[in-house]
């Protein structure tokens, strides 16, 4: 039988926290027929057995290499059959009903494409996570000491909607990427996630192309899923910074903005790099010390410029 939902899971390393996702999952009874599909991006933390040991129901896919968030959650994807594809992060754990409520909005308002829910901190408080799409602006005053000044700031409020408290319904440019409840053949239609934007970014994509076809995006406050912040991307993130999330800013703004956008983007980067390059140098460590930073710095620095792999 064809099921109404299928959510797909995304792990690397995550193995406690994945624990809990599909434990809440398991304990979220629902009108709708389910299939929960775990991919496993080559973990070395057991995971991948967790799953088969614990949650034998769910389908589990073993990746023989870590193919990243995109690539990760396309995989899954085709190996739905779902009407409905919910694409959720190993590290959330969603309340009763709270699919249910996605898959329902969905299914009254024809025009909408994707609708994520309220995301909330363990201890309860509201994530502000929805955003507005990135524009040149935004682009030009992200980086270093020009985040500090006034129209920098104004900048990131803007991106990140710091007028909306999250606490009510309506349309939003970008929910965060967490939990995406969407049509499956749609998401399909579109290419799935861009591979390119292997990390970061992608998300932002995809609720660009809706809004190219004249699809909303909502965030539906009812629906409540709570979220561990960050805890399944901060082990990419180095002590710079993310290389990849470097990269894929570049790859975003040369895909929807053009090479100059691009070109533009990659010379803020640069001259950031310089300015970081010059705090470390001047700083207060002994040089045997600089010379350590400096040498994580190099490497830091190229990934970043040649696409954040290594």
């Given at each position: ?94 309340s009763p009903g709270a699919l249910d409520q996605l ?208």
């Amino acid at each position: 039988m064809v099921p109404d939902l299928s959510i797909v899971v995304l792990s690397w390393n995550t193995a406690d926290l994945l624990h809990a996702c599909l434990r809440s999952l398991q304990a979220d009874s629902s009108a709708l027929t389910r299939e929960i599909i775990v991919v496993d991006n080559a973990s070395a933390d057991r995971s991948a057995d967790m799953v088969a040991e614990r949650f034998p129901a769910a389908k589990l896919i073993r990746n023989p290499a870590n193919l990243l968030y995109s690539e990760g959650n396309n995989i899954g994807a085709r190996a739905a059959s779902g009407r409905f594809l919910c694409l959720l992060n190993s590290d959330t754990e969603v309340s009763p009903g709270a699919l249910d409520q996605l898959v329902g909005y969905l299914q009254q308002h024809s025009d909408c494409g994707m609708v994520g829910p309220k995301l909330v901190n363990p201890d309860g408080s509201v994530q502000t996570g929805c955003r507005r799409f990135p524009t040149l602006a935004e682009a030009f005053w992200a980086w270093g000491w020009l985040r500090r000044t006034g129209p920098g700031r104004r900048a990131e409020a803007r991106a990140r909607m710091q007028d909306f408290d999250h606490l009510t319904s309506r349309d939003v440019e970008q929910p965060l990427g967490a939990c995406m409840m969407l049509h499956r053949e749609e998401f399909l239609r579109l290419g799935g996630l861009d591979p390119v934007l292997s990390l970061f970014y992608n998300d932002v994509d995809l609720c660009l192309q809706l809004a190219h076809r004249g699809r909303r995006v909502h965030y539906l406050a009812s629906a409540v899923v709570m979220h561990h912040h960050g805890a399944s991307t901060k082990k990419r993130v180095e002590e710079f910074g993310s290389p990849l999330w470097n990269s894929n800013r570049i790859a975003f703004y040369r895909k929807h903005h053009g090479w100059l956008a691009a070109l533009a983007v990659r010379g803020m980067l640069l001259l950031s790099l310089v300015c970081m390059f010059f705090r470390i140098l001047l700083g207060r460590r002994s040089w045997a010390e600089k010379r350590e930073v400096l040498g994580r710095f190099r490497t830091f620095a190229s990934r970043s410029l040649r696409g954040g792999r290594s």
